[in-house]
């Protein structure tokens, strides 16, 4: 069965920091592996995703994630954090093996950015 | 803005009433998803279409929930005999065919209350 660990429950960072927000996947097969945002009463805004090729992705607002198959993570990383990129992030999985187009996402972490 | 809409955007009902929600893919999308999320946890799948087929269905879908695309466009979820563990926001994706790593875009969702 495919499923999604996000450890932290919430991250904090200081404004100008580097950030990560940690991401672990178990799929059977081969994963597509997602990055989304959700900010306070909006939808999900895709960030960025890993299909194959470089395991480094890069997507939206400055973000980027590095995929690790032999440690089956897939972390999110922001060089500079800024105030505005306080929101709640979703790391989401499909096994590429898998017919149903169906995404997995896991629990979430709120990342809190300080002035 | 032509992403993905959902109406209503707030729903308050009593336990027992039938309610029903609409989903507006973007345009060119032929993949629409219904996932349920509740607070302080990551979205689930409840079910998902390639136009106008019903291709897959979660079992956290009950026989009161149905949902229809009936002509491959738009998307109605219904909800018979609310009960007070429906409440939830409800959200809507879609994306497009062809590449299976295209990545899913959110609507704002809508919020049931079951008093």
């Known amino acids: 069965a495919q499923s999604v660990a996000q450890p932290e429950d919430q991250v904090n960072v200081a404004e100008g920091n580097p950030l990560t927000v940690k991401c672990t996947y178990s799929?059977?097969?081969?994963?597509?592996l997602f990055w989304y945002v959700q900010y306070p009463n909006r939808g999900l805004q895709f960030l960025l995703k890993?299909?194959?090729?470089?395991?480094l992705v890069k997507g939206s607002y400055g973000f980027e994630a590095e995929f690790n198959k032999s440690q089956t993570s897939f972390h999110l990383k922001k060089p500079s954090a800024l105030v505005s990129d306080s929101a709640l992030y979703f790391c989401?999985?499909?096994?590429?093996?898998?017919?149903?187009?169906?995404?997995?996402f896991g629990s979430g972490t709120r990342l809190l950015v300080r002035p | 803005d032509t992403g993905v809409s959902q109406d209503p955007r707030h729903k308050i009902t009593k336990r027992g009433q039938n309610v029903t929600f609409r989903c507006d893919p973007i345009?060119?999308?032929?993949?629409l998803y219904w996932y349920r999320q509740t607070l302080g946890q990551g979205p689930e799948f409840l079910t998902y279409?390639?136009?106008?087929?019903?291709?897959?269905k979660s079992r956290l879908l009950s026989d009161r929930f149905s949902a229809e695309r009936p002509k491959g466009s738009f998307s109605t979820l219904e909800i018979q005999r609310t009960e007070q563990g429906d409440s939830a926001m409800y959200l809507c994706?879609?994306?497009?065919?062809?590449?299976?790593?295209?990545?899913?875009?959110f609507g704002p969702g809508t919020r049931l209350t079951v008093t």
């Open positions: 890993y299909i194959t090729g470089d395991n």
């Open positions: 345009s060119e999308h032929n993949r």
């Open positions: 279409f390639q136009n106008e087929a019903q291709l897959e």
């Open positions: 989401a999985v499909r096994d590429y093996e898998d017919s149903s187009y169906k995404l997995i």
């Open positions: 799929v059977s097969g081969n994963p597509y």
């Open positions: 994706a879609s994306s497009l065919g062809g590449l299976a790593g295209n990545e899913q875009y």
